[in-house]
């Protein structure tokens, strides 16, 4: 069993729309949670962390639930620049790496 | 004013070579880390180093080592390359002691192709 694991997708999905992304971890020591984002040949960019009160950043909102050991991330009124691999990435408590997740892929069209 | 840069950006070489990729922040940051991605786009991380110090070392062939002059350099030396090294490596730093976790800031990634 993967350690994170994500629907690859693609989610294709019309210019406005609001798109969800799931993510399910299996260690339950993980401490900390966030949500990177990758372009197509590009490095990881942080998009935002995650916190168990869910929390929220513009257009984008994610959640926590440590109890099902799942995280999500809403994205409200798509644009064009939105369309990137999302990847759910985690950290276990005293460990200094991340252990990232395979990406679900978002395409937004016009 | 790059934060994290990561030297050669493209590498092709034969088996069986040996090479090295630079790693170079300009953060200030106290850990840095290599992460390997494969063709499947799965990152996962090789190794880590807080202040000089090897903190992690995953389960990788022991051709990989890491070398970290200083604080601000950690380079990667592959030995013996093989056709499954194929992937891009991204360099990555962040700051912090043990007990915090920080925002990680990665480098453009090496693309390396063995053919």
């Known amino acids: 069993r993967k350690e994170v694991e994500q629907d690859p997708g693609p989610f294709n999905v019309p210019e406005g729309a609001t798109v969800a992304f799931n993510c399910t971890y299996s260690n339950s020591a993980s401490q900390s949670f966030f949500w990177y984002r990758q372009d197509c040949r590009k490095e990881p960019k942080l998009l935002m962390s995650?916190?168990?009160s869910g929390n929220e950043d513009g257009r984008f909102t994610a959640q926590l639930n440590r109890a099902s050991q799942y995280i999500s991330l809403l994205i409200r009124d798509s644009k064009l620049s939105d369309s990137a691999t999302y990847l759910c990435?985690?950290?276990?408590?005293?460990?200094?790496?991340?252990?990232f997740g395979s990406g679900t892929r978002l395409q937004v069209q016009p | 004013d790059t934060a994290v840069s990561q030297t050669p950006k493209y590498l092709v070489t034969q088996m069986g070579n040996d090479k090295s990729i630079k790693c170079e922040q300009n953060?200030?940051?106290?850990?840095m880390y290599w992460y390997k991605q494969d063709s499947k786009k799965f990152l996962k991380i090789m190794f880590s180093y807080n202040n000089k110090e090897l903190i992690i070392n995953e389960t990788v062939p022991n051709r990989f080592s890491p070398k970290s002059p200083d604080k601000a350099h950690l380079n990667l030396h592959i030995n013996s390359l093989e056709l499954g090294d194929s992937a891009v490596y991204f360099c990555a730093s962040s700051q912090g002691g043990r007990g915090r976790f920080d925002e990680q800031y990665f480098g453009p990634g090496t693309r390396l192709t063995v053919t």
């Open positions: 990435v985690v950290n276990e408590a005293g460990r200094r790496a991340l252990t």
């Open positions: 953060l200030g940051h106290d850990t």
């Open positions: 995650v916190y168990s």
